[in-house]
Structure formats: C-alpha cells, structure tokens
C-alpha cells in the first residue's frame, strides 16, 4: 500500500490541535494545546478569546506536530482541516491557516467534517474497525446515534431535540459548582456517590433523544434540597442520562441488525458509560469500541484521520473557497 501522511488541523472549539497521522490509523504526532485554563475562568467558552488564543498558538502548534513527527510539510501528502461545525471564528483561524499552507506547498486541501472525526478516532484505537457500525456520538455538540455504512456513508438514525449530552454534563455542573468542563468532574464525583434520586427519562417513538428534562429536573432538586449529597446527585444523574441512552442504542442495533457498536465524542471518556457500554459485550453480545481517551476529545489526530479516508476514497478536495461552516451537518 502506498504511504500517506497527512496534516491535520483542528481548531473548532477551545483546542488548538496539529497532527500527523499515516494511512488514517498511526499517529504520529498529535499535539494539542488546551485552552481550558483561560476560559475556566468565565465557566464556559468564551468565542472572541478562543478565536485570539487560536492565532497565536497555530503556528508554533504545526511546527511541533511536524517536528515529532520527524517529517517536513514537504513528505505531507495533503492537509486535512475542520472547517464545521464549531464556532465561526475558531474554526475560521484553522481554515485559513489551512488553506494557507495548502497554497504555500501546492498540497491538496481535504475539508473536514469536525463530527466525522470523531468517528474516526475509533480507526487510530481499533486497527481492525471498519464499517458497517452503529456509532454513538456524545459530544459538548452532538448527541447521534449514526449508522456508519461506509468511510464516507452515513446515516444518522436518531439525534437529541435539545440540549447535547455534553451540554447537559457541563450545565448540570455549573449548577452544583463544579465548574467548567463540568464532564469530566461529575464523572468524579458520582464516583463517591449513589444513583439512588430517580429523574425523568425521556423516550419518543423514534430513536431521538431529550436531556432538557433531566438537566432541569436535577436544577430543580439542587434548588429546592440545597443539603442533597452532590455525589448522589451527579451519580444519578450519570446514571439517567446512560440509561436512556443505552436503551435507544439497543433499539438501533436491533432494528439495522448490527452488532458492532463505537462510541464517540468527549462524553464517551466518560467511566462511567465506558462501563456500562462493556457490560453490553457479555450481556448482549455486542462487540463494543470506543477511543483511547485522549482521542475522545477534541484533537486533530482524529481530523487527519477522517481526512484520509476522505482523500483516498472520493479523492474529494477543497479549493481556497473554503470556509468555515459553523452548522455543518454530517
Ligand atoms: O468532543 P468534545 O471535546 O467537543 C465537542 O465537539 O463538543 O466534547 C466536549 C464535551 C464537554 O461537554 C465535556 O464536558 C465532555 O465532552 N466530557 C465529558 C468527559 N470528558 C469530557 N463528559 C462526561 N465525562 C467525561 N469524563
Ligand atoms: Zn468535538
């Protein structure tokens, strides 16, 4: 098989992200420089102060990526960038980037879905994946439950009507006073707590999902029973949102008869649902994936990667038209 490298750009969100990755699958280098510190502060992302933080950190980030990786922007084969969805100046800061030293190499400029990415992080984990797969996208952004029919063929059979499940996590969050990003500390807490408080669980007849109903509920309580055990709270919480989200995972599986089931997206670094998920492999005879954490979230090794499977199968590239689509779709 004839080697590729490709450059990927990441810069959607707080994470201003580089990588080099062969054949979609080997990471090379993958650096990601972390915004987290200066939005912390403001309990979210603040759009203006990433899209600064952006500029000053894109360069300096592609010289590392291509100086781990021992190569030169000559031996790349072609740039894969984010170009949506995300936040329009973010994503704006990686596109021109992008398009820039597309032209300054006369490489080839790959336009990359942010979500498709994800998706792909599981190629990076798992050698051997390939699809058909049922994938469960849980992201700051996305809640998808999407049939991966092919590299480039989906189709999404159930999403969230309102609030993402990760937008659920970090509000749920900030309401109890943990902070931003709430994720990764109410998996902590719930830790030392019990799912013993019941929330409502929203089902509809198709496989969509709702997490407005448990947020605000959680809200509610944490308002009214100001002594409740946070560790309790954020476990069942934890435990309500998995639940459903389980259920409507089997539903799908059943209904396109797939056994093959990745997840994705920085709600899959989750313990907790990593756990639950695995417990699906014995009892339900799934064979279950999802990506080495540090690929769940936000990264531009997961970028490249679903680049390359662009490239090598529609051959598919972008011209310095290119721009940024906050809303992109998948
Ligand atoms: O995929 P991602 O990095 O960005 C988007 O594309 O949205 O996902 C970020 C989301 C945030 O909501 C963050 O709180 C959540 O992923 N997250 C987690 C965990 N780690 C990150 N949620 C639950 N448990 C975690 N361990
Ligand atoms: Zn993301």
Redesign the pocket.
Known sequence: MEQKYILGIET??D?TSVSVVKNGREVLSNIISSQIAIHEKFGGVVPEIASRNHVEAISNVTKKALREANITLADIDAIAVTYG??LVGALLVGVSYAKALSYASNKPLIATN??QG?VAANYITHKDLEPPFLCVI?????THLVHIKGYNEFEIIGKTRDD???????KV?RVIGLG?????????LAKEGQPNITLPKTYFENLDFSFSGIKTAVINLNHKTPDLNKADLAASF?KAVTDVLIDNTLKAAEQLGIKKIAL??????????RQRYMELKEKENLEIYYPE?SL????AAMIASAGYFNYINDNKTADLELNAVPNLKM
């Open positions: 959607s969100c994470e969805p995300g942010h979500i994800h849980i992201s700051g952004g996305h993402a499940i990760g937008e659920a996590f970090d969050a931003y990003p709430g994720g990764p500390k109410i998996d902590k934890q994705a997206g920085g709600v899959s670094a989750n313990s907790y649902i954490i769940c979230t936000d990264n």
